[in-house]
């Protein structure tokens, strides 16, 4: 779509202008008056015949006019008909203002705002929104005073109260903006829209998100993704500890929570997130002045050892390394420097240093090939004149194009010298801690169009469970299935898992021990219990008759006293699986609400929520994010070799991964699923519990030839 009437309007009418001054349509109409904006303002509301020295006219149609833009601020039911008036003169862009569409009508009302926009053509942002601002057009239609800066930052939010503190910050905090957009409660221009009109306006450097949540995540995902091999993304995730696995009754459900599944999209997109507004402050601030940072090597120049160290260890803590010093530089510095300067990186040129001092070792970081990137610090000292150290740096970046960052560490003796470096576009932070948070993060975006996750491209292979056991097990039913029904569907997927025998009786446990003439495992066999070993449910390695008998009764009473509601149909009963250097791993799929089904892996057993050690990835995946999947978590490091533990065949565990998306993808109605513990050992995997639900009975699964899962090549039967 055309982003046109947006982006760069010739003519904005604002329904619903007032004189009364604290009606939002008369802020915007003020805003647009004072503060230059270039086009015609066209009044209308059939109330007036004049407002603030412009014409005022009942409708568009009415009087003729022709806008690009319609501001409407208006009674929720007068809305349709507004957009009908812009629809009649040819306006296909709209900022819906208005609040209150729940209490005309609730939801109805939102469906009638849709349905006339969608029939006359029109986009809009809102309802319920601040508006856009676009400053290098003076464009402010919005009902908060402030125009920020003209820069290269992009503000999409889904808080208007975000977008006006920004906005009014944005001078002093060094921020300029290309674009502000309030989107409201999303009724037809959602956070997918948003990001394709930053991506396509040429002003927009840097594109910043404040988000709480999204409604369609294979459109937020998509754009997301485009957007991220474009131009860095910075997010802002609100509402990160919300309970969302309140009645999960897996494990995974209950690791999972929106959050998680949230971060992982924004890294498999190649979107940085950060932890709080300050971060994306700072972040932005440096994205916003130095646009042609492209590498990770930075120098840091200060007349402090304190704030120097300070500064090399946050830099260590994201996870990047101080720059080596070349010796052509030492060579340069050590004739004109102090004789007890630091001849390293952080460059301690100390605390008698003077501006000179400052300029020349400056000059040597920006000169050097040796440095993408120059920190400069300053604490107040006796000898060290901040204004004259804040000159030195302005000339400094009027000879290089070289990204360079400050941060003057002090109060009233700093503070001139600081607002004159950000009036003239330097990157001046608070603390050291925050300047190389904000480079770690400014590293990372710029990183991102190369190393989007996203590139790995899913192949569907026709990979689904075989008819032949689908036929036996059908129709499946709805809720958590049985044991064994979970297993068998496991088992069916090509992956090893014995299938426990039920047994109602201690005499049937004992004929089904002698059948398996092995050591066994007895699990408690209830529907009403998910959990087994929070109940002592389960007894392992029982290899004699005796055993099996007194693990019988014993386990049926506890199990009963502990769970007195609970219905125990008996046990089940499986062979004792031992598997030589084995690890415990967890592997699960679950639902999430705005981006549909989501796989997760990570560190299994009975600990699993204490260990929490988990990575998600939302389905389908390739084969390179399956890799990513286990490299991302902690328990990675326990795959390899380890002491006298042979090592677990990694690439062999992935494609594993690649089987469990597929059986995802071949039953459409599954709600949650847990492969734990899955034993992985060097002699291959093995599931010895799974558990399984699905959201309703009877659900198609997808067409499937008769091929099994192993025939791609994998066959994980140990």
Not at 358 to 385: G, K
Not at 510 to 538: C, N, T, W, Y
Request: charged share 20%; with cysteine; hydrophobic share 45%.
């Amino acid at each position: 779509m055309s982003f046109s009437g947006f982006l760069d309007p010739h003519a904005i009418a604002i329904y619903g202008a007032s004189e009364r001054q604290n009606s939002p349509a008369a802020h915007v109409l003020r805003n647009l008056k004072g503060q230059g904006f270039p086009g015609q303002i066209f009044a209308i509301n059939p109330k007036y015949q004049q407002i603030a020295g412009l014409p005022c006219y009942p409708s568009q149609v009415a009087g003729r006019l022709a806008a690009d833009l319609a501001v409407i601020a208006i009674p929720p039911r007068f809305v349709p008909t507004a957009l009908q008036d812009c629809e009649a003169v040819g306006t296909r862009s709209a900022i819906v203002i208005s609040a209150g569409f729940e209490d005309d009508h609730g939801s109805a009302s939102y469906t009638r705002l849709a349905a006339t926009a969608k029939t006359a053509g029109i986009r809009f942002l809102g309802p319920n929104c601040l508006g856009l601002i676009r400053p290098s057009k003076r464009l402010n239609a919005t009902f908060q005073p402030a125009l920020p800066p003209t820069g290269g930052l992009a503000l999409i939010s889904q808080s208007g109260a975000i977008c006006s503190g920004l906005s009014d910050m944005a001078e002093t905090e060094g921020l300029g903006f290309s674009l502000m957009m309030s989107l409201g409660n999303s009724v037809d221009f959602g956070m997918g829209d948003a990001l394709e009109m930053a991506v396509a306006d040429t002003e927009t450097k840097v594109i910043l998100i404040y988000v709480e949540g999204v409604r369609d995540g294979a459109r937020f995902r998509a754009a997301l993704a485009n957007a991220c091999q474009r131009k860095p993304v910075i997010v802002l995730k609100a509402g990160r500890h919300a309970d969302g696995a309140a009645a999960a009754t897996t494990h995974t459900g209950a690791l999972i929570g929106s959050d998680r599944v949230f971060s992982s999209v924004l890294a498999d997109c190649g979107a940085v997130q950060v932890s709080t507004l300050g971060e994306m402050i700072e972040t932005a601030r440096l994205l916003n002045t130095a646009p042609n940072l492209f590498g990770d090597r930075l120098a840091i120049v200060t007349n402090g050892g304190g704030v120097g160290v300070l500064s090399a260890d946050r830099l260590a803590d994201r996870g990047l390394a101080l720059a080596e010093l070349p010796k052509t530089a030492i060579d340069t510095l050590n004739p004109v420097l102090s004789t007890n300067w630091s001849r390293r990186n952080p460059l301690d040129i100390v605390g008698d240093a003077g501006a000179q001092d400052y300029q020349v070792a400056i000059d040597a970081c920006i000169e050097s090939t040796a440095f993408d990137a120059v920190l400069v610090l300053l604490s107040p000292q006796s000898m060290t004149a901040p204004e004259l150290v804040a000159d030195t740096i302005l000339s400094a970046k009027q000879r290089s194009s070289k990204p360079i960052m400050t941060c003057f560490v002090g109060g009233p003796s700093v503070a001139s010298a600081r607002a004159k470096l950000r009036r003239q576009g330097i990157a001046d932070f608070t603390l050291p801690e925050h300047a190389v948070q904000a480079y770690a993060q400014t590293v990372q975006a710029m990183r991102a169009a190369q190393n989007s996750r996203s590139a790995t491209l899913f192949e569907d292979k026709n990979t689904s469970i075989t008819h032949r056991v689908l036929d036996a097990m059908s129709p499946l039913p709805s809720g958590m299935l049985s044991d064994t029904q979970s297993r068998q569907l496991i088992s069916a997927a090509g992956i090893r898992c014995p299938v426990p025998s039920l047994a109602e009786t201690a005499d049937e446990a004992v004929r089904l021990f002698q059948d398996l003439d092995s050591a066994i495992v007895m699990k408690i066999a209830s529907p009403d219990i998910s959990h087994k070993s929070e109940v002592d449910g389960v007894r392992l390695n029982l290899q004699s008759e005796e055993d099996v008998v007194t693990a019988f009764h014993d386990m049926l009473l506890r199990v009963g006293n502990l769970r007195p509601d609970a219905t125990l149909s008996g046990v089940t009963v499986e062979p004792m699986i031992t598997l030589p250097d084995a690890r415990e791993l967890l592997i699960g799929v679950s639902q999430d609400p705005a981006f549909g089904p989501v796989l997760s892996f990570g560190a299994g057993g009975t600990l699993v929520e204490l260990l929490d050690d988990v990575a998600t990835a939302t389905l389908p995946i390739g084969f390179e994010q399956a890799q990513r999947l286990v490299a991302d978590t902690k328990i990675a490091k326990l795959l390899g070799p380890f002491r006298n533990w042979q090592p677990v065949n990694v690439d062999e565990l992935a494609k594993l991964l690649l089987t469990v998306s597929d059986f995802a993808r071949a039953l459409p109605n599954l709600e949650e699923m847990d492969i734990n513990p899955l034993i992985a050992s060097p002699q291959g995997f093995c599931a010895v519990d799974a558990r399984i639900r699905l959201s309703q009975p009877d659900l198609p699964l997808l067409p499937t030839d008769a091929s099994e899962l192993h025939q791609l090549g994998y066959n994980n039967q140990g």
